[in-house]
Every structure is written in C-alpha cells, then in structure tokens.
C-alpha cells in the first residue's frame, strides 16, 4: 500500500536531494472536532509545492502563503489553527474544531537526507520507530517504537511522533462478514489482504482495492507476512481454515488476533487450539475469541464494524472500559 505517509517523505527526499530545503509538518494535537488525526504528515518546499495534508484545506492555504512570504525560518515552529485561533484568528476549520501543528524546517544536508531514509526505511519495513523532536532546537533522534498506542505524545521540552508501516488488516477465508470488513477496513486506511484457497468462494468476492491470495491463510501469515502493525481476523466458521489460521497468528508480532464464533463456539475452539494445535495459556490468550466488541451485531456488516471497531480500540491503546 502506497500510503499518503510514505508519498509525504518520498517527496521531501526527492526535494532535499535536489538542494532544496523542505518544511516537514505533522498534526501534533486536536481539539474538538477536526478533520486529520494526529501524526498526519505534509511537506512544502519554498515555491509552494505540497504533499500530504493537515486538514480539509484551509490549513494548507494559510500554511502555504505564509512560507512563500518567508515564514517559518526557524528549525522548529508550533502553530495552532482553529476555535477562534490561537495563532492565526482569520482561519477557521469547517468542522469547529482545533489543531496544533509542528513544523520542522530541514535543510538539504547530510543529516537531513538521512534522517528521511530512515523515516522511508520505517514506513516500507516491518517495524514501528518513534521519532523525538526537541522543540527547541529541532534536533532529531529514533528510538524503538510499538505498533499501538498514541500517534503523538508530548512534553514541555520534546514530541514523540510514532511511525511505522501502513496498518495491515489479513482476512483468513471469504464470507459475507469478510467482505464487509474488508470494506470497512480500506476505507479506514488499512491494507487489505484476504487469503483463500476455494475457487468457489474467490469467485464471489469483489471489493475494490483489496488483494486476493489463493492460498490456505495459515500458509500466507506463515511466511511472514505478519508484522507488528497488522491485525489478523478469521471469519468463515470454517475450523480447517480459522483453526490453522489462529495457530500460526499467535507465532507473529501482530497486534491484533481475533476469529469469528458465539462464546460456545469459542470455548470449544480453545480447547481444540490447546489439544490438538499445541497452544498453551499464553497464546490463547491473545486470541481475541468471541472476536470483536459486544455491540449486539447481528447481520454481516453490523459484526464487521464491532470487528473494526475493536481493531481500532486495540491498535489507539484503549481499554474497553475507557470506552
């Protein structure tokens, strides 16, 4: 998946390696309702040029017509949009609400270019990193992130932004409650990858945008195609397919595991998992058994969204009591 993100630092690379400096924005906070989340990346060069976005637009109208008039010449800047606008008043979000943004002015050296090949690396591969941004002199450090919890956490002196690969949703089997996760899932930004070996079955699926493998799940996720920010869900109350599925799932970082079936269903899955799939308490454990939120669902797409639903509270670091 190409994701905006990744499109956002190519873009500055190409830029820095032509001697360009570039002007890096991320959406660090909103309040109220806004339309970007934070972490939401851009990058700007001086003649206006732009990739990526903060809000539906009017952010990147001012944002733009400032830097051409010579704003934003320090290595670091904060500035707040919206509610009445700390910062700049005449702007105003159409949703009402608010959000900060860091901008980071990198020249085209040496440390910057690497610094957006190490960005680049992370957003391609299979692990999340944190980037640390000293927000008073800019300066810029990596440490070892996870998959879940805040996109940005803030103190006095620094942000903490979280970047990673694009989230991956692996669907083990097609069934109605497949498609309709799957639909959800892309247009929630995830990857999408569905696995089936049955002819009959890859026969009626069609959601745009989704890749299709004819392949026994347990088969695709063993080969290692599970990494720490991608969530595996078995949907078919099929055990030869489910079954497998959970067993190699539990053997891969992913952040979220979770198959199909009623708290009978579940109960006797467990015990199957343990006998015969050799699982012990601890893995058991991180499958997500009945799967998804308790929301009363009933048809397919009402159990798709309790599945994304809770997908999301897992991946954002919510416990469900927080709800």
């Not at 498609?179 to 990857?191: D, K, M, P, Q």
Request: proline share 6%; aromatic share 4%; with cysteine.
């Amino acid at each position: 998946m190409h994701h905006l993100d990744l499109q956002v630092i190519e873009f500055a690379l190409r830029w820095a390696n032509a001697g360009e400096p570039v002007w890096l924005c991320t959406v660090l906070a909103t309040f109220g309702s806004s339309p970007r989340e934070p972490g939401s990346l851009l990058v700007a060069r001086a003649k206006g040029e732009h990739v990526g976005s903060l809000s539906g637009g009017c952010v990147e109208e001012d944002f733009l017509a400032r830097l051409q008039e010579g704003a934003f010449d320090k290595p670091v800047t904060l500035v707040r949009y919206g509610d009445g606008g700390i910062d700049h008043p005449r702007v105003t979000l159409p949703c009402g609400g608010s959000l900060e943004v860091l901008v980071e002015r990198l020249q085209p050296s040496p440390p910057t270019l690497i610094h957006l090949e190490v960005l680049q690396a992370a957003l391609l591969g299979q692990r999340a990193l944190i980037r640390q941004v000293n927000l008073k002199d800019g300066r810029i450090s990596f440490a070892e992130g996870d998959a879940q919890g805040p996109q940005v956490e803030r103190n006095t002196d620094s942000v903490r932004i979280r970047i990673g690969p694009a989230l991956r949703l692996i669907i083990a089997g097609i069934s109605p409650v497949s498609a309709a996760c799957a639909e959800f899932a892309r247009t929630l930004g995830f990857e999408v990858i569905v696995c089936d070996p049955r002819d009959e079955a890859r026969a009626t699926f069609n959601v745009p945008g989704v890749e299709v493998q004819a392949v026994l799940p347990s088969l695709f996720i063993a080969s290692g195609a599970s990494h720490a920010a991608t969530a595996v869900v078995a949907l078919t109350h099929d055990p030869r397919i489910d079954d497998l599925a959970m067993i190699e799932a539990v053997r891969t970082p992913a952040f979220y595991i979770g198959v199909m079936g009623s708290q009978r269903t579940s109960e006797q899955r467990a015990e199957r998992l343990q006998r015969s799939g050799g699982l012990n308490d601890e893995e058991i454990a991180r499958i997500r058994m009945p799967i998804g939120l308790a929301l009363g669902s009933k048809t397919p797409a009402e159990i798709a969204l309790a599945v994304m639903a809770d997908i999301l509270r897992v991946q954002r670091g919510r416990a469900r009591d927080a709800l």
